[in-house]
């Protein structure tokens, strides 16, 4: 696609419930981002994928946050047992990947709101 | 570990006006990258200015320009001729060269005063 898509755009769960925020990044983008903003912060670091790897995982805060890029296209992040800390923007980023012309230019989605009640 | 931080949380402007807004980072890096992103309220992160650190010249595109003063780690944005089309949270961000992880500030505000 022209942009980086993310859904859902928003979200409202309960307290201990599993979640799944998708991102589908630009097409040919190899390098894909996730990163969590929490209100009135600026973005954290959660997980890179090169390809269909994790090549970072080191910003997730615990385990049950996961990420998966099967194919190295979509990437699907899982929460599990949500909890309200959890609450928050989501965002997905895409880039051509370091080492290319042009790296270092991340693409953002408009991010998935993330709401725990 | 890089950290930013700017210093404004909020800022504001009369339309038409010139506006800098403010940030410093830290690092023992010599090679990095540094940037300015703009956040309207559709939450979607968009790329304003870049700035290479090997490069001395400071990066301009059209009415955004930066500041770079390595020595002193610092990278303010100025924008000249402000646009009501500029209020938005502003956020200055850094990474390391061949390291595409980002680390960002805490984020200005910037209102346009018509």
């Known amino acids: 696609g022209a942009g980086v898509s993310q859904t859902p755009s928003n979200k409202v769960t309960e307290k201990g419930k599993y979640v799944e925020l998708r991102c589908d990044p630009i097409?040919?983008?190899?390098?894909l981002y996730w990163y969590r903003q929490s209100l009135g912060q600026g973005p954290e670091f959660l997980i890179y994928?090169?390809?269909?790897?994790?090549?970072?995982d080191s910003g997730l805060p615990n385990d049950r946050f996961f990420a998966v890029r099967p194919e190295g296209s979509v990437s699907t992040l899982k929460i599990q047992r949500t909890e309200r800390g959890d609450s928050a923007v989501y965002l997905c980023?895409?880039?051509?990947?370091?080492?290319?012309?042009?790296?270092?230019?991340?693409?953002f989605g408009a991010g998935s709101r993330l709401t725990v009640l | 570990a890089q950290t930013v931080t700017q210093s404004q949380p909020e800022m504001s402007v009369q339309e038409a006006e010139t506006v800098t807004l403010s940030c410093t980072y830290d690092?023992?890096?010599?090679?990095?990258?540094l940037f300015w992103y703009k956040q309207p309220p559709s939450r979607q992160m968009i790329l304003v200015i870049r700035?290479?650190?090997?490069?001395?010249q400071n990066a301009t595109e059209n009415r955004f320009s930066v500041n770079f003063q390595k020595a002193a780690k610092s990278f303010s944005l100025k924008i000249s001729d402000s646009q009501l089309g500029d209020a938005a949270m502003y956020f200055c961000?850094?990474?390391?060269?061949?390291?595409?992880?980002?680390?960002f500030g805490t984020g200005t505000r910037l209102t346009i005063i018509p």
């Open positions: 690092t023992s890096e010599s090679d990095y990258y």
């Open positions: 980023a895409s880039s051509l990947g370091t080492g290319i012309s042009g790296a270092n230019v991340l693409t």
């Open positions: 700035q290479e650190a090997y490069k001395q």
């Open positions: 097409s040919g983008h190899t390098a």
């Open positions: 994928f090169q390809g269909t790897g994790a090549a970072d």
């Open positions: 961000a850094y990474s390391p060269f061949g390291n595409e992880k980002l680390t």
